[in-house]
């Protein structure tokens, strides 16, 4: 069978995943591979959707309370190893600064692999009385853990990201923090924002993060059925309080340890996006998220089209709307209209003279390609109605693909079975410690357990009934 | 002579300017030394003006058509020594990777100082056509340059900034760029944004950029005389891309090596706003700049006080201004006050029952300190008044420093001496080499060079009938 134009320039999904995956990053000039092993390069338009992503994150972590922050980059090594859980979790994905100013330094330092250590010690210093707490803070940051088997946004040497990093009066109140960024910041971000369905739900004991005593994590799955943890938040009890010695004056005049959570989502966002909507065209972006929602492509500068595009794209800009007018007449039609269906730009609007003529455009939808031809007049509403349809659609067929490759088993051999193409679902109780040691030893693991109806597991940690999700995971 | 109030919270400016600087960042929570000598923790309020910063520059810096991407934090050591100028410029700077992944790696790497390095080896893969030109690339990034005598948002070992990196067709376009960021960018955001007038000109031979053929500059005067360099532009010729093999084919087929720009300006405009603006009783923050303009602050919760106070910071709000309401009446109200001062926010509304029950509130400037009553039904007008008033009355101060400050000189000896506490302006053919050695012996430098009535040098670089401005500079 003769390769359609498509399969010409991205190898097909169904060929091999994860060549399609590198294929659309450098197609659609998202990233490119860094000079250092590992690192990555994020291209203008890779960056400007996250951008887009770390402002509608931002504006959900404020609205909690938290207030933004910086720490050093560079960790004294004696902080890191004071926690020793913590250590045991990083220690050989760490990167040391042996030389600075030109000579060895006395204390070597470490590039932050993650910033508990150097805030807790700030923490220690500015708590004081039960007045000042809540404390919340986050930051946005690139972090570093040299990675053997990098693969770009999904697991990079160095990569963007936010840490929440907060102190609490009680174990509830860092609970419902903690919960509440897992729900209100992580989950809807996912849902409303980047249309992928996630599930939310606790980490096993296993999988949780060295130093947490809970970890939540939000959960979602690719279009090759695997899962990917696309955030976490964790309750670190008073684990590092107690290294750090993060106290405060309770209300009675008592000393006594905060109660901390910390929580982070990072550029691995940008590799969910890819593989949760992307097809064998290239990117599908949500509208809510696209840095372009719509572009304007006029197809020949003939009898006043190139005019009528310009005062469209003006028009939909006047919307509100994120619009780019394409004119490049000197390039051909048809491969502007696959580069931005690469991108991933929701809705096109194509305006030549033909369809002018007859006071018409065309309307292009990316996520299913649907064309329409749409009166001149009734442009405006009928773009903002696409738009609308599309970000609903992505979700619904995102909703579909976890629905229709989630397989309810009964047993750890099926579910370790009905993994390699999706997810299983079972009682924990049925896989129990020892199941989970044999998913594991078969490259499978328990993503996280959920509660009745599949609702968040009762956050007093009463494990009964809980269902597992295992699958095999980025 | 008994100190007052204010002086026992800061050093008074007059006794000791660094140590009253200290005392500001430390008080007004701006930030704190990071464990690593010469880092920092930019701490949550001075990270909010951090933020406001970035939001200006970068709408700004997309206003001129550049896009923001990102490039790794490491940057193999041959690369740097590719570009044999600017290792001079960097190398004793350094902080060097020697250990990742538990291992010593097999070619150390350099946290970045500066990112020409790397981001010139993507140009050169990226840069095909002159179609593709201007390729206009920004990145906010944090870069490290090891200090031996740091000071906090001045000098740093990390800090954070914007780098931006251009490609031309010729030296005329790179020429044009690189001005455009140095008034439309820089200088209107230090203007309009900031109240601080500054003298944009070009830097001296000595003083340039390693690597620039010509350094563009915004220079302004701190409150104890000194300069403060607050952002830069870089004229790079082809410099970089010779060594970088940036080419690019004209219209005519015909392969040429780009033009190139570069240009940041970084947390150090944190260090300018404080000692710009800040007088002995803190902060003062222009109204535009401020995370919180309005400060709502309820004297004694009684007779509809919290009420009022509560009503009155909604509607401030609702015109669009950033309002904080101060109802913490358990903390006395007279160090509450002097907080709010300390933290610069430029108007302070005042609301307790005695001026309520007239129907008063009392709007407080801390630009100077003039506190009025105001009928609560004019506030909205009266507030919106003195943001504006405080604005132009914080650069009008600026400007009449620098301008009683600036001593016009006729020799490099009264240059030094007038250096002592201000500028010196004089011609630069006065000065000439030898007299710029004698200046920088006695720690005085040619801060800029400034064409007919103080605006810029002729950019195609006739020399004749330039002033230079000569001061002592941080």
């Given at each position: 069978?003769?390769?359609?134009?498509?399969?010409?320039?991205?190898?097909?999904?169904?060929?091999?995943?994860?060549?399609?995956?590198?294929?659309?990053?450098?197609?659609?000039?998202?990233?490119?591979?860094?000079?250092?092993?590992?690192?990555?390069?994020?291209?203008?338009?890779?960056?400007?959707?996250?951008?887009?992503?770390?402002?509608?994150?931002?504006?959900?972590?404020?609205?909690?309370?938290?207030?933004?922050?910086?720490?050093?980059?560079?960790?004294?090594?004696?902080?890191?190893?004071?926690?020793?859980?913590?250590?045991?979790?990083?220690?050989?994905?760490?990167?040391?600064?042996?030389?600075?100013?030109?000579?060895?330094?006395?204390?070597?330092?470490?590039?932050?692999?993650?910033?508990?250590?150097?805030?807790?010690?700030?923490?220690?210093?500015?708590?004081?009385?039960?007045?000042?707490?809540?404390?919340?803070?986050?930051?946005?940051?690139?972090?570093?853990?040299?990675?053997?088997?990098?693969?770009?946004?999904?697991?990079?040497?160095?990569?963007?990201?936010?840490?929440?990093?907060?102190?609490?009066?009680?174990?509830?109140?860092?609970?419902?923090?903690?919960?509440?960024?897992?729900?209100?910041?992580?989950?809807?971000?996912?849902?409303?924002?980047?249309?992928?369905?996630?599930?939310?739900?606790?980490?096993?004991?296993?999988?949780?993060?060295?130093?947490?005593?809970?970890?939540?994590?939000?959960?979602?799955?690719?279009?090759?059925?695997?899962?990917?943890?696309?955030?976490?938040?964790?309750?670190?009890?008073?684990?590092?309080?107690?290294?750090?010695?993060?106290?405060?004056?309770?209300?009675?005049?008592?000393?006594?340890?905060?109660?901390?959570?910390?929580?982070?989502?990072?550029?691995?966002?940008?590799?969910?996006?890819?593989?949760?909507?992307?097809?064998?065209?290239?990117?599908?972006?949500?509208p809510?998220?696209?840095?372009t929602q719509v572009v304007v492509?006029?197809?020949?500068?003939?009898?006043?089209?190139?005019e009528a595009a310009s005062a469209v794209a003006r028009e939909l800009a006047d919307l509100g709307l994120r619009v780019e007018l394409?004119?490049?007449?000197?390039?051909?039609?048809?491969?502007?209209?696959?580069?931005?269906?690469?991108?991933?730009?929701?809705v096109?609007v194509?305006i030549?003279?033909?369809?002018?003529?007859?006071?018409?455009v065309?309307l292009?939808?990316?996520?299913?390609?649907?064309?329409?031809?749409v009166?001149r007049d009734e442009l405006k509403t009928q773009v903002a109605a696409a738009l609308?349809?599309?970000?609903?659609?992505?979700?619904?067929?995102?909703?579909?693909?976890?629905?229709?490759?989630?397989?309810?088993?009964?047993?750890?051999?099926?579910?370790?079975?009905?993994?390699?193409?999706?997810?299983?679902?079972?009682?924990?109780?049925?896989?129990?410690?020892?199941?989970?040691?044999?998913?594991?030893?078969?490259?499978?693991?328990?993503?996280?357990?959920?509660?009745?109806?599949?609702?968040?597991?009762?956050?007093?940690?009463?494990?009964?009934?809980?269902?597992?999700?295992?699958?095999?995971?980025?």
């Open positions: 069978m003769a390769k359609t134009q498509k399969a010409a320039v991205l190898t097909p999904q169904g060929e091999d995943f994860p060549r399609w995956y590198q294929d659309v990053v450098a197609r659609a000039e998202l990233a490119d591979n860094g000079p250092v092993r590992g690192t990555m390069v994020i291209r203008p338009y890779g960056y400007a959707i996250w951008e887009r992503m770390v402002a509608e994150l931002d504006a959900r972590i404020k609205a909690t309370g938290a207030r933004n922050a910086y720490f050093p980059l560079f960790i004294p090594q004696s902080y890191i190893e004071r926690e020793a859980d913590h250590v045991e979790g990083f220690s050989p994905e760490l990167a040391v600064v042996t030389h600075g100013g030109g000579k060895e330094l006395e204390e070597p330092v470490v590039v932050r692999p993650t910033s508990e250590t150097i805030i807790d010690s700030y923490f220690a210093k500015w708590v004081q009385s039960y007045r000042e707490l809540p404390l919340l803070l986050n930051q946005w940051a690139n972090v570093v853990r040299w990675e053997m088997r990098p693969r770009v946004f999904l697991r990079t040497t160095e990569f963007l990201w936010q840490e929440g990093h907060t102190v609490h009066v009680s174990e509830q109140d860092a609970r419902s923090y903690a919960l509440r960024i897992l729900t209100d910041v992580y989950r809807d971000f996912m849902v409303e924002v980047m249309a992928v369905p996630v599930l939310a739900g606790r980490k096993t004991a296993r999988e949780r993060f060295a130093g947490a005593n809970t970890s939540w994590t939000c959960e979602g799955m690719m279009r090759d059925g695997k899962a990917l943890q696309m955030g976490t938040s964790h309750e670190l009890g008073q684990n590092f309080a107690r290294v750090f010695d993060i106290t405060y004056l309770d209300e009675a005049g008592e000393t006594q340890f905060g109660w901390q959570t910390s929580w982070g989502v990072s550029t691995r966002l940008m590799g969910a996006l890819i593989m949760a909507h992307g097809d064998d065209g290239g990117l599908r972006l949500p809510r998220l696209a840095p492509l006029l197809v020949r500068d003939e009898d006043g089209a190139g394409d004119a490049r007449t000197d390039v051909s039609f048809g491969r502007r209209a696959v580069d931005w269906e690469l991108k991933g730009v929701p096109r194509e030549g003279p033909r369809d002018l003529a007859e006071g018409k065309t292009v939808r990316r996520d299913d390609g649907s064309k329409s031809p009166p609308g349809a599309a970000q609903a659609a992505l979700f619904a067929q995102a909703q579909e693909l976890l629905a229709s490759r989630t397989v309810e088993v009964g047993s750890v051999d099926e579910a370790r079975e009905a993994a390699q193409s999706g997810f299983a679902r079972l009682p924990m109780s049925v896989v129990g410690d020892e199941g989970e040691t044999a998913l594991n030893q078969a490259g499978v693991t328990v993503r996280c357990l959920l509660g009745p109806e599949d609702g968040l597991p009762d956050p007093d940690g009463r494990d009964e009934n809980l269902a597992a999700v295992v699958g095999r995971a980025y």
